[in-house]
């Protein structure tokens, strides 16, 4: 019986890796087929801004034309960061330097990244882990919402739900309030400089405030700092590039406001 059982789990292996394509593929080979065997993760695919976006984020341009490294390969960052902005854009450069992407930097040639991401208990978690948590090809699930009475964005439970696979509950819920606040500071300082801009456009004209729009363009980038420094925990992305740079657009801005001010009491 024993003989019969090991003879059957052979077989089983031997047809399972038939059944995996040699060579180079495609983006719409990888769909028919995985669309038989996990119907699921080609809907969850489908439904992300991967595949709704031009050019699509296509499987290939994640797991690369080899099925044998296929898995491995969307595991590491490199498979990101290239078409989000690179190393240097505030979405990626936010993480690198966070304490996750520290770790991960110095400790990534020591990882199997064979292994899948659940079971492979890395020490520190990449784009893959967190954004794609449990193979989930949605990676808009990961995004954070908007509170529907301020419009500002805020950092929901749901989205640091997968920080509990390290840390403890609490902590997390700590971090999250901590990062809402922090948020909601940048957004006053922002909503701010934005009504001294509207009330000015009723007696300069848009040359005239072209300096201050500028800066307030500038002012939502800061802005947009702050969230990315909260969601990854980055200290450079909530302070440095974060609160004192708007603290510093604000007051650019007051300033060419007050020139327009004291210019028109020259005339």
């Given at each position: 019986?024993?003989?019969?059982s090991?003879?059957i789990?052979?077989?089983f292996?031997?047809n399972s890796?038939?059944?995996?394509?040699t060579?180079?593929?495609?983006?719409?080979?990888?769909i028919?087929?995985?669309?038989?065997?996990?119907?699921?993760?080609?809907?969850?695919?489908?439904?992300?801004?991967?595949a709704?976006?031009?050019?699509?984020?296509?499987?290939?341009?994640?797991?690369?034309?080899?099925?044998?490294?296929?898995?491995?390969s969307?595991?590491?960052?490199?498979?990101c960061?290239?078409?989000?902005?690179?190393?240097?854009?505030?979405l990626v450069?936010?993480?690198?330097?966070?304490?996750?992407?520290?770790?991960?930097?110095?400790?990534?040639?020591t990882?199997?990244?064979?292994?899948p991401?659940?079971?492979?208990?890395?020490?520190?978690p990449?784009?893959?882990?967190?954004?794609?948590?449990?193979?989930?090809h949605d990676?808009?699930?990961q995004?954070?919402?908007?509170?529907?009475?301020?419009?500002?964005k805020?950092?929901?439970?749901a989205?640091?739900?997968?920080?509990?696979?390290?840390?403890s509950?609490?902590?997390?819920?700590?971090?999250?309030?901590?990062?809402?606040?922090?948020?909601?500071?940048?957004?006053?300082?922002?909503?701010?400089?934005s009504?001294?801009?509207?009330?000015?456009?009723?007696?300069?004209t848009k040359?005239q405030?072209?300096?201050a729009?500028d800066?307030?363009?500038?002012?939502?980038?800061h802005?947009?700092?702050?969230y990315?420094?909260?969601?990854?925990?980055?200290?450079?992305?909530?302070w440095?590039?974060?609160?004192?740079?708007?603290?510093?657009?604000l007051?650019?801005?007051?300033?060419?406001?007050?020139?327009?001010?004291?210019?028109?009491?020259?005339?």
């Amino acid at each position: 019986m024993r003989t019969i059982s090991l003879a059957i789990l052979l077989l089983f292996a031997i047809n399972s890796q038939a059944a995996a394509p040699t060579g180079s593929f495609n983006s719409n080979q990888c769909i028919d087929c995985h669309q038989k065997n996990n119907s699921a993760l080609i809907t969850d695919w489908k439904k992300s801004r991967h595949a709704q976006t031009k050019p699509t984020a296509s499987c290939i341009g994640c797991h690369g034309k080899q099925h044998s490294n296929a898995a491995a390969s969307s595991r590491k960052n490199k498979s990101c960061i290239n078409c989000h902005g690179g190393k240097q854009s505030p979405l990626v450069h936010s993480y690198l330097n966070s304490k996750h992407g520290a770790i991960l930097r110095m400790e990534q040639h020591t990882y199997d990244w064979q292994q899948p991401l659940a079971n492979a208990n890395y020490r520190a978690p990449g784009c893959a882990y967190c954004h794609m948590h449990q193979g989930n090809h949605d990676a808009d699930i990961q995004q954070n919402k908007k509170n529907k009475q301020s419009g500002n964005k805020i950092i929901s439970g749901a989205n640091f739900a997968v920080c509990r696979d390290c840390h403890s509950p609490r902590y997390i819920n700590r971090l999250r309030e901590n990062g809402n606040r922090m948020i909601n500071v940048a957004q006053m300082k922002f909503n701010e400089a934005s009504k001294l801009i509207s009330t000015a456009k009723q007696s300069y004209t848009k040359k005239q405030l072209q300096p201050a729009l500028d800066q307030l363009n500038t002012m939502n980038k800061h802005l947009n700092n702050v969230y990315l420094g909260a969601v990854h925990q980055s200290p450079d992305y909530q302070w440095w590039h974060g609160q004192p740079a708007l603290d510093g657009d604000l007051l650019k801005i007051k300033g060419v406001l007050g020139d327009l001010e004291r210019m028109e009491k020259l005339k």
